[in-house]
């Protein structure tokens, strides 16, 4: 089965950012209820890819109204649709993130978000006993060229208790662990953007389940479960 993106999610996209108020979606409510149903068809096909090869519990997409209480900017909607996969906790870690938006401006991301204060911990732990396993991960020319190098904010020094030193602290000051990867409009257009992007989310795997057993664990190796 062939889904494709439909052209006119990102028109849509493009008129609300020109006329972002409530007068014009209102009067073109009908339209993007139209393109939301072809969208969480979507997310929904892309959710079924990922039980083919993970265990996924839960899809969320995100509505198309933004929060503006503590905004500057005061908008009403989001110019884009964004949907989250999450794995089965808590023996899995990790999750997925499409992001679809017009004027290039589309992505895919994985990783840890925001890991709990315990969660972080552990993580940085782990990294300042033995970086060499995630290194091996990361570096590998296969993983490497879908999903390049970790983004995400990170600390300007070591967090406390942490040799500012360590060979490992480009690692252990990371508040996010966090994978991203770029797309064009005609990327997302293409025949083959959904199954482009099910390859790219496999290919995350080996990060997953070195994480999840980092978080599943103690120091010592043995299940916290």
Same mark, same amino acid.
Request: proline share 3%; hydrophobic share 35%; charged share 35%.
């Given at each position: 089965?062939?889904?494709?993106?439909?052209?006119?999610?990102?028109?849509?996209?493009?008129?609300?950012?020109?006329?972002?108020? =409530?007068?014009? /979606?209102?009067?073109?409510?009908?339209?993007?209820?139209?393109?939301?149903?072809?969208?969480?068809?979507?997310?929904?096909?892309?959710?079924?890819?990922?039980?083919?090869?993970?265990?996924?519990?839960?899809?969320?997409?995100?509505?198309?109204?933004?929060?503006? =209480?503590?905004?500057?900017?005061?908008?009403?909607?989001?110019?884009?649709?964004?949907?989250?996969?999450? =794995?089965?906790?808590?023996?899995?870690?990790?999750?997925?993130?499409?992001?679809?938006?017009?004027?290039? !401006?589309? /992505?895919?991301?994985?990783?840890?978000?925001?890991?709990?204060?315990?969660?972080?911990?552990?993580?940085?732990?782990?990294?300042?006993?033995?970086?060499?396993?995630?290194?091996?991960?990361?570096?590998?020319?296969?993983?490497?060229?879908?999903?390049? !190098?970790?983004?995400?904010?990170?600390?300007?020094?070591?967090?406390?208790?942490?040799?500012?030193?360590?060979?490992?602290?480009?690692?252990?000051?990371?508040?996010?662990?966090?994978?991203?990867?770029?797309?064009?409009?005609?990327?997302?257009?293409?025949?083959?953007?959904?199954?482009?992007?099910?390859?790219?989310?496999?290919?995350?795997?080996?990060?997953?389940?070195?994480?999840?057993?980092?978080?599943?664990?103690?120091?010592?190796?043995?299940?916290?479960?």
């Amino acid at each position: 089965m062939n889904v494709i993106v439909p052209k006119a999610a990102l028109d849509f996209f493009k008129k609300l950012k020109q006329n972002n108020n =409530r007068d014009w /979606f209102n009067e073109h409510k009908k339209e993007f209820k139209i393109v939301e149903a072809e969208v969480k068809g979507i997310y929904n096909f892309i959710f079924d890819n990922l039980n083919s090869h993970d265990d996924v519990d839960k899809l969320k997409l995100f509505r198309i109204y933004r929060d503006v =209480r503590f905004s500057k900017d005061k908008t009403p909607y989001k110019t884009h649709f964004g949907g989250s996969f999450h =794995r089965t906790k808590p023996k899995l870690r990790g999750g997925y993130y499409l992001h679809l938006a017009p004027d290039n !401006e589309s /992505f895919i991301a994985t990783g840890f978000w925001e890991p709990n204060k315990d969660d972080l911990l552990r993580i940085r732990r782990e990294f300042e006993m033995d970086d060499a396993e995630i290194r091996k991960i990361i570096s590998h020319k296969s993983f490497k060229n879908i999903w390049g !190098e970790f983004v995400g904010s990170e600390l300007k020094t070591a967090p406390r208790d942490f040799d500012k030193d360590h060979k490992a602290i480009d690692l252990i000051k990371k508040k996010q662990y966090i994978f991203t990867k770029k797309y064009t409009d005609k990327d997302v257009l293409d025949n083959g953007f959904i199954k482009e992007v099910n390859k790219s989310f496999k290919a995350i795997r080996p990060y997953f389940d070195y994480m999840s057993d980092v978080l599943t664990t103690n120091l010592n190796g043995e299940s916290i479960l």
